[in-house]
């Protein structure tokens, strides 16, 4: 029986994000999955602080909190349901929160990758036009776990609970969960103009070539009947592939640190002079007292 996991990124009780990993949850429980889920609102989880000692030094996070639990839970599960809701134009910042602290898993080199297994994201937003880049964060952190998204979806709900009107909505997320309990790997397609990995749209270009900022996936710009056309290479070479993320795990953040010993000297030398500059910290009351 697989195991489906359902993350939800907001804090409001039942609602669209909560609703909409409800729902994809039922799909895979018809395919006889079983089901559990996790509201990242209710974890301890620290920011990343930087100290790079899991990505450089092997060793184990020094901040005291869910985060390591909530990587083992996500490890464990045969496939992955996201949701989150956008706020100012991003994903929720708690989802965020989570993506900074993946060196935990990115890190672990030395051990085997787990086997594809299927995700399904969504992000919810009031505004269709307001969505911003909210999901392909999602996809990112799907990726960076070691998911495939099988299917990305955008409930435009203003008010809590409001997804549940969208027949149309409803009917392709239980879809999607029935595709999870199934185990079905194959991504549904991408709309034109969209990166076919993490549903970003919006691009760095690079000369005739266009390139996605958050997955690396590129595409050849064309010129056909009038208007501009994007034309991936496909999907098999981005930044979230086992073999992506051990080359920029060994050729740049480990290197990271040798570089950084070798000058460290000199950076003492040059930060001396900030030392000694008159500015203080502006402190809220709170930490007056």
């Known amino acids: 029986m697989a195991n489906i996991l359902g993350i939800v ?19 895979a429980q018809a395919e ?3 089901a559990q889920m996790i509201r990242l609102t209710a974890l301890r989880l620290e920011p990343c602080t930087g100290c790079m000692r899991c990505a450089i030094g092997g060793k184990p996070c020094p901040l005291d909190d869910d985060m390591a639990w909530l990587v083992e839970a996500v490890q464990g599960a045969d496939a992955l349901v996201l949701a989150a809701p956008t706020y100012f ?21 030395h051990e085997a990758p787990p086997p594809p297994r299927p995700a399904v994201t969504i992000i919810t937003a009031g505004l269709e036009g307001w969505r911003g880049v909210g999901l392909p964060y999602l996809n990112a952190l799907a990726g960076a776990f070691g998911y495939r998204p099988i299917d990305s979806l955008t409930a435009v709900a203003p008010g809590p609970g409001e997804a549940l009107l969208a027949e149309d909505l409803m009917a392709r997320a239980l879809a999607a969960g029935q595709r999870l309990g199934r185990g079905e790997l194959d991504p ?5 103009g969209v990166c076919p990995v993490c549903r970003c749209e919006s691009f760095l270009l690079q000369g005739d070539r266009a390139v996605c900022p958050i997955c690396a996936c590129t595409a050849a710009i064309e010129w056909e009947g009038g208007s501009i056309h994007l034309r991936f290479d496909g999907a098999t070479s981005h930044r979230w592939t086992p ?7 060994e050729h740049w953040v480990r290197a990271t640190g040798p570089r950084f010993l070798a000058r460290r000297n000199e950076i003492k030398a040059r930060r001396a002079p900030y030392r000694t500059m008159d500015v203080g910290w502006l402190c809220p009351p709170s930490e007056k007292d």
């Open 243 to 249: 073999e992506g993320l051990q080359e920029h795990m």
């Open 32 to 34: 006889g999955a079983a």
């Open 89 to 109: 134009l991003g994903v929720a910042a708690v989802v965020k929160l989570v993506l900074d602290r993946l060196l935990m898993v990115t890190g672990r080199l």
């Open 188 to 192: 549904a397609p991408a709309p034109p």
């Open 9 to 27: 990124g907001s804090a409001r009780p039942w609602g669209n994000s909560e609703l909409m990993v409800r729902q994809v949850l039922r799909g």
